[in-house]
């Protein structure tokens, strides 16, 4: 069974850098493009980083590029997304899944940008 875990949000100054992790089970890993994804409060769920199965291309959506760096380790099926000057519209619950997935959510782990 798919299983993800995120962990590593906490509370952020504006401007502070924060790096959040997923760790994931159940499937063939290496074999599938992974995301990052967040759903701010009263918004829907958007994506933010992608990266292929080799992480050979990476993608960033406007918001979040040139300040979030998505990586990934095939040996310990992780996925890390490093976020700096943070703002506080970055504040989320974040998640990591499959590309486009539609299911096999994970806990998700809450960051909040504020002075």
């Known amino acids: 069974q798919m299983r993800v875990v995120e962990s590593g949000g906490g509370l952020v100054q504006p401007g502070g850098s924060l790096t959040i992790s997923c760790v994931a089970s159940?499937?063939?890993?290496?074999?599938?493009?992974m995301a990052w994804y967040r759903r701010a409060p009263g918004k829907e769920r958007e994506m933010v980083a992608s990266?292929?199965?080799?992480?050979?291309?990476?993608s960033y959506d406007d918001s979040v590029k040139g300040r979030f760096t998505i990586s990934r380790d095939n040996t310990e099926n992780t996925v890390a997304l490093q976020m700096n000057s943070l703002k506080p519209e970055d504040t989320a619950v974040y998640y990591c899944?499959?590309?486009?997935?539609?299911?096999?959510w994970g806990p998700g782990t809450q960051v909040t940008v504020s002075s």
């Open positions: 990266i292929t199965s080799t992480g050979k291309y990476i």
């Open positions: 159940g499937f063939t890993f290496d074999l599938y493009d």
């Open positions: 899944n499959r590309f486009q997935a539609r299911d096999g």
